[in-house]
């Protein structure tokens, strides 16, 4: 008597266990399944858009747009088409190295570049600059720059 009692005690335990096991993920997963699924939603979009895209078109002799804008430590695409009947290039000198004619340029002061973009060629490529400022940018294409190919980069 004594030992069937407790055979029957051990297998009820063991079908409500079962029967717990059975009920408790379907409950669980579909008031989770429901909550989670906004929230991935929502994130996903945010962390896509966070490189920022900005254009430079060269044509002889400027830049289109000729001033840029972008956030300090995020990563950016520049899209730069040569439209031009030459080469052209798109140079961001390091902070406080502006130039005033092409003759102080020096390859030192380069922070980023765009290099020797033939005519009717794009290049796209991605940067990111840490420190905020206002970076000039030229053309280091011989006699380029003392034409008037140059712009500005804000870093914000
Ligand atoms: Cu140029």
Not at 4 to 10: A, D, E, G, M, R
Not at 100 to 125: C, D, I, N, Q, W
């Amino acid at each position: 008597m004594r030992s069937s009692t407790v055979q029957l005690i051990t297998l009820a335990t063991v079908v409500a266990l079962v029967a717990c096991g059975d009920a408790s993920p379907g409950a669980a997963s579909t008031p989770d399944a429901t909550s989670a699924t906004p929230v991935a939603t929502a994130d996903s979009p945010t962390s896509e858009a966070a490189a920022v895209a900005i254009e430079a078109k060269a044509l002889e002799w400027h830049y289109t747009p000729d001033a840029w804008t972008v956030a300090a430590g995020e990563a950016f695409t520049l899209e730069f088409n040569n439209a031009g009947g030459v080469e052209h290039d798109w140079t961001a000198l390091k902070l406080e190295e502006d130039i005033e004619k092409l003759a102080e340029f020096e390859e030192s002061k380069v922070l980023l570049e765009v290099a020797e973009v033939p005519s009717h060629e794009s290049r796209t490529e991605t940067f990111t600059i840490e420190e905020p400022g206002t970076y000039q940018v030229i053309c280091t294409v011989s006699g380029h720059f003392n034409t008037g190919m140059a712009g500005t980069l804000t870093v914000e």
